[in-house]
Each structure stands twice: as C-alpha cells, then as structure tokens.
C-alpha cells in the first residue's frame, strides 16, 4: 500500500545556512556552477530547476545581498511540512538513508513571499518536487535595508525523514511510531 506520510521540515533561521554562503561574487566570475541534480531525479523533480550563480547587489539588481552594509536577512515567519515520497521510502530500505536533506534558493519578496526557487542541493526520489512544493508555502520577515522592507536570497534547507522501523519486540499491528 502506497502512503504519503507527512514529515515536519525543520527550517530555523540558524538552517537558513547564511554563516555558509560565500560572499557575494564580482559580475566577472569565472567559476561556473555545479550541476547538482540528483541521479535519482525523474518525473516532477525535473521540473525544480537547479540555480545559477547569482550576483545580487541591492543598487544593481533590486536583490540585497546578505552581506550588504545595513540589510538585516530574513527569518523565517512560518513553514509546511514536506511530503515523504513511497519512492524515497523504498529507497531507503535499500540505502539504509534515513534523512534526506534538500537545499534550495528562494528569492523573498518585501512581504515575505517566496519567489524564483531553484536547488542548490538536489536529492531525487520525488522529493526535490516535494520541497519546493513544501517551500512556496512558507513566510518569511522580509529583509530590511535601514527598517525598510527589500528582496532579498536566502538558502533554505528542507530536512525529510524517513519513518522509523518498529522498536524490537513490537508486533507491526502496534505501530506505536505512526
């Protein structure tokens, strides 16, 4: 029998992994982006595209860079649960993977909507599709540039988990972990 199961997606403002992001790049980069699309992606993750090297500056671009002079990042205000995919349960029966992690880029709007999401780190099974599905439901505080609300890119990493097996010595009819 095929199951969704919902999963709480753990996203905190520490998750928002700024303290990670390399510094804003010059408009001359020479570095070129990873491709980091999973192997196991198929079907809907295909659709979740993966994000280009961005170069935000709030006077170029009408985007505040994280590390801009006077701009406070946002936080998150509220998030979703993600779906957990049958096809990343049965995956992990055979991997033995028991959290998946997917890290996507989201442009926040001045009202702390969601835009423009692309992944950043991709980990197939149906469930790149699920996160961002999981994400365009969140809201965030917008940043602020001197009080005022502005755009802003931020890296969110939605955390699913796999089911646990039962405890030893618990009939499956007991199920006590659903």
Not at 28 to 39: C, F, G, L, W, Y
Not at 59 to 80: C, F, L, Q, W, Y
Not at 92 to 113: C, S
Not at 131 to 140: E, I
């Amino acid at each position: 029998m095929r199951r969704a199961l919902l999963l709480s997606a753990s996203v905190a403002l520490a998750s928002c992994l700024f303290a990670q992001q390399p510094p804003t790049s010059p408009a001359d980069e020479t570095r070129t982006p990873v491709d980091v699309r999973s192997t196991n992606s198929a079907g809907a993750d295909l659709k979740v595209p993966l994000c280009p090297q961005f170069h935000d500056n709030l006077a170029r671009n009408g985007i505040a860079a994280p590390s801009e002079e006077g701009v406070t990042p946002p936080r998150t205000k509220t998030t979703a649960s993600a779906l957990m995919t049958q096809q990343a349960v049965d995956a992990a029966g055979i991997t033995h993977i028991g959290n998946f992690n997917v890290i996507m880029g989201v442009l926040v709007d001045r009202n702390g909507v969601p835009h423009n999401l692309c992944l950043q780190k991709s980990v197939g099974y149906g469930l790149d599709a699920s996160a961002a599905a999981t994400v365009k439901q969140y809201r965030f505080v917008p940043a602020k540039k001197n009080g005022r609300p502005v755009k802003s890119r931020v890296t969110v990493e939605v955390r699913i988990m796999t089911p646990s097996p039962p405890p030893m010595g618990v009939s499956p009819a007991d199920e006590p972990w659903k």
